[in-house]
């Protein structure tokens, strides 16, 4: 048998046993019927306040994340192409670091080529009232600035389940 055939074929077989791991990645669940979308007060990293008012009119990906959480930093690229992919006028991705401060982040998202819009949740409080409790965790809110489902883990933003979302939240 060719060598190089030996090893594309082993290849082949040993990412095909890893696809199932990780789809099993995360857990989406519909946000809780009857629980409000909580509010967001936050400044950004350039120190300018943001609220969940200021997307009404946009579906919102909200991505809770932190610079030490590899799943975080793993799922950050497809993340952010969202908007490209889906339109900025229709959809907006903002990621909610959790207890770090701005000089941390910035020497994380910068070096990385990271662009999405960063708040800053420098106690917790943010991320304690959206529940969050397992890095990575992502909060799907409509274009009325209602929560609709909650993703804890990583996803691969760029495949096909991640995508059904999306879609699924911009019909609604």
């Known amino acids: 048998m060719d ?7 082993l290849g082949a077989g040993a990412a095909a046993l890893h696809t199932p791991l990780r789809a099993q990645a995360f857990e989406s669940t519909a946000w809780p019927r009857g629980l409000p979308t909580p509010t967001i007060d ?14 009404r009119g946009r579906a919102l990906v909200l991505n809770f994340w932190a610079s030490w ?11 952010q192409q969202l908007p490209a992919v889906f339109g900025e ?23 990385a080529g990271f662009t999405l819009p960063v708040w800053l949740d ?17 909060v799907l809110i409509d274009r009325t600035g209602r929560a609709r489902q909650r993703i804890r883990g990583e ?18």
Request: glycine share 6%.
């Open 3 to 9: 060598r190089r055939y030996f090893f594309h074929t």
């Open 42 to 55: 936050a400044l950004d990293l350039q120190g300018r306040r943001v609220t969940l008012a200021d997307f």
């Open 69 to 79: 959480c590899e799943p975080c930093r793993a799922e950050m690229p497809t993340l």
């Open 89 to 111: 006028d229709r959809l907006a991705v903002a990621g909610v670091n959790f207890k770090e401060s701005p000089q941390r982040i910035a020497r994380f998202v910068q070096p």
């Open 122 to 138: 420098p106690r917790g409080e943010v991320a304690r009232a959206w529940g969050v409790n397992v890095f990575p965790s992502t």
């Open 155 to 172: 996803v691969d933003w760029s495949g096909t389940v991640a995508l059904g979302w999306i879609d699924r939240l911009l019909s609604a």
